[in-house]
């Protein structure tokens, strides 16, 4: 469950989706025709730090609200999709929420990925999540790091070991008060260092983010304000140790190899996170603005479970008309999230044993073309649009 970008309410009525969608109604998705596809792109170049500053800047949108900090997935499955992400290579990444999308972007490994929500303090839990990338040399330290524990010794005895037995040692240590001042004041300093305008305030939203990792290790768990946690939420360590439809590990930290590449696409400054609501008028178009210009088209779009809360809304024309805007590459898709409540109910969906959410993969193609049968007037349900020619996962 993700920051929504809507109000609750009924679906806007056709002529208003029909006045907000960028073609006319009679009009059909074009996609990989004219467009920026992904080609033999799979590598932009670094950006400076001024220009990334810049980029944020410029692409973001004033803050919304949503009851939850989100530092974690309340997703399960969330990684139920990676066998086909692995398939994929360059064209760029928008997606939402905390770090279940660097495991997505280990998967794709895009040239270039947004990461945008309507929170801002979203932005600020990336940038502390940017700067424990900048600041550990692998898993071990990054995973000490963040959740307050001493630097292992030997270092680089680390980079074989498995994620299991990272965690182990991180479960099996107490918070370190020293690592966890050292850690601070250097996350503090590449902070300060940014060409940002934080605020104390917003210094101090990081640091309590960072408390809530070293206060409740792995064991921490999605929290909303307001309502009561669904005991079926999973921890932290289980989310990092959760495995694809086949069975196979695959969060960002189960290898050496995805960290570095992550921690490059960081230092790179090819990860942007962007304050934005889904269905705005300027994040999301300023993305596919600089998307366009660059020649980079979208390979995948994580849009979690933001999108029931625009059809519940009144947003999702909205929402639809910033998806067409997106230069597609011509195999782009769209990760989504459904849950089925404490009954595990899913309509024509198979949910894999003990999960309460499933992961949704469906092609961008098919995706649009559900949303002109809308637009010409059949009656679809939230379940329709969003099922329309999934791909298989496993």
């Not at 932009?44 to 800047?57: I, N, R, Y």
């Not at 794709?108 to 990461?115: D, E, M, S, W």
């Not at 008028?281 to 995948?300: C, F, I, N, Q, Y």
Request: glycine share 8%; with cysteine; charged share 20%.
């Amino acid at each position: 469950m993700k920051s929504p970008a809507g109000r609750h309410g009924a679906l806007a009525p056709l002529a208003l989706f029909c006045a907000l969608t960028l073609t006319a109604c009679d009009g059909r998705a074009q996609i990989g025709a004219s467009r920026g596809d992904r080609g033999a792109l799979l590598e932009l170049p670094a950006l400076s730090d001024s220009a990334w500053g810049a980029l944020v800047l410029s692409l973001s949108e004033e803050g919304g609200y949503f009851d939850t900090d989100n530092l974690i997935s309340n997703e399960r499955s969330y990684l139920h999709v990676l066998a086909p992400l692995r398939r994929m290579a360059g064209g760029a990444y928008v997606g939402v929420g905390p770090d279940q999308s660097f495991s997505y972007l280990a998967a794709a490994r895009p040239a270039v990925a947004f990461l945008i929500d309507v929170r801002r303090d979203n932005l600020l839990h990336h940038l502390l999540l940017r700067s424990l990338f900048l600041l550990s040399s692998n898993r071990a330290e990054y995973l000490a790091r963040l959740h307050g524990r001493a630097l292992p010794e030997g270092t680089r005895a680390w980079d074989d070991r498995t994620l299991e037995a990272i965690l182990d040692r991180v479960d099996s240590l107490p918070a370190d008060p020293a690592a966890v001042r050292a850690t601070r004041r250097a996350v503090a300093a590449l902070l300060r260092a940014l060409p940002l305008p934080l605020s104390d305030a917003d210094l101090a939203t990081i640091e309590r983010f960072h408390q809530e990792f070293v206060s409740q290790g792995t064991g921490l768990r999605f929290r909303t304000f307001g309502r009561a946690p669904q005991p079926y939420y999973p921890n932290y360590r289980q989310l990092l140790l959760e495995t694809d439809a086949r069975g196979r590990q695959g969060s960002f930290l189960v290898s050496e190899e995805d960290f570095r590449w992550l921690k490059d696409l960081q230092a790179r400054n090819l990860v942007v996170p962007v304050v934005g609501d889904l269905a705005g008028s300027h994040a999301m178009r300023a993305v596919a603005g600089w998307l366009t210009e660059h020649g980079v088209g979208v390979s995948e779009y994580y849009t979690s479970n933001v999108e029931d809360y625009l059809w519940r809304g009144g947003d999702y024309p909205a929402f639809v008309a910033n998806v067409r805007a997106l230069p597609w590459t011509s195999d782009g898709v769209i990760i989504r999230s459904y849950f089925g409540g404490r009954r595990g109910s899913f309509p024509g969906l198979a949910a894999l044993p003990g999960y309460y959410s499933i992961q949704l993969l469906q092609p961008a193609t098919a995706f649009l073309r559900a949303a002109d049968s809308l637009m010409d007037g059949t009656r679809m349900s939230y379940e329709q649009v969003i099922t329309a020619g999934l791909i298989d996962l496993r």
